[in-house]
């Protein structure tokens, strides 16, 4: 009989701790899931964007230096804490602002940008393995817009999948 009443006593804080140890685990999946997702964004974006050559191509493109700032931010994250994730919304925010500027406004002159392009010969680069390299660029540029624009996406969904409320603030 006693063993009973001690068993009812102690079931509750059992089932707490339970519940409390499901819940941690659930927020660390999230927080994986996240953070996968934050990686994928900072590989294409160190790796393709945030680089001299392309600070040097968008001078004098609207493109705010608050914006360049939130999104190196946004990838340096190595870990989530709560409140965070309304940071990184903005900072997803930010990069889709970013992606349709360049889009936008440094596509259609990209190769004039690089000195590959024939329509201004004096301006056009002399050394041949630098016009083979800016050529490269050109032609691999979109291509890497684009994957930037797919990484933002599947990590703005998984957001807002973890936390609806953020498309409403």
Same mark, same amino acid.
């Given at each position: &009989?006693?063993?009973?009443?001690?068993?009812?006593?102690?079931?509750?804080? *059992?089932?707490?701790?339970?519940?409390?140890? /499901?819940?941690?685990?659930?927020?660390?999946?999230?927080?994986?899931?996240?953070?996968?997702? *934050?990686?994928?964004?900072?590989?294409?974006?160190?790796?393709?964007?945030?680089?001299?050559?392309? #600070?040097? *191509? @968008?001078?004098?493109?609207? *493109?705010?230096?608050?914006?360049?700032?939130? @999104?190196?931010? &946004?990838?340096?994250?190595?870990?989530?804490?709560?409140?965070?994730?309304?940071?990184?919304?903005?900072?997803? =925010? /930010?990069?889709?602002?970013? &992606?349709?500027?360049?889009?936008?406004?440094?596509?259609?002159? =990209?190769?004039?940008?690089?000195? @590959? #392009?024939? =329509?201004?010969?004096?301006?056009?680069?002399?050394?041949?393995?630098?016009?083979?390299?800016?050529?490269?660029?050109?032609?691999?540029?979109?291509?890497?817009? /684009?994957?930037?624009?797919?990484?933002?996406?599947?990590?703005?969904?998984?957001?807002? #999948?973890?936390?609806?409320? =953020? #498309?409403?603030?």
């Amino acid at each position: &009989m006693a063993d009973t009443v001690l068993q009812e006593l102690i079931a509750p804080e *059992i089932d707490r701790q339970e519940r409390l140890e /499901e819940e941690l685990e659930r927020q660390n999946r999230r927080d994986a899931e996240l953070l996968r997702l *934050i990686g994928q964004v900072r590989d294409i974006f160190e790796n393709h964007f945030d680089r001299t050559w392309f #600070s040097v *191509i @968008i001078d004098g493109l609207p *493109i705010d230096f608050r914006t360049v700032r939130e @999104i190196r931010q &946004m990838v340096c994250l190595t870990a989530l804490y709560p409140g965070e994730e309304w940071q990184v919304y903005q900072a997803v =925010l /930010e990069l889709e602002t970013f &992606m349709r500027t360049v889009r936008r406004q440094l596509l259609p002159v =990209l190769k004039e940008r690089l000195g @590959i #392009s024939w =329509l201004f010969p004096a301006r056009r680069v002399r050394d041949r393995n630098q016009f083979l390299l800016r050529k490269f660029v050109a032609i691999t540029f979109p291509y890497n817009l /684009e994957r930037l624009r797919a990484a933002t996406l599947r990590l703005k969904d998984g957001l807002l #999948s973890y936390y609806p409320g =953020l #498309s409403e603030e």
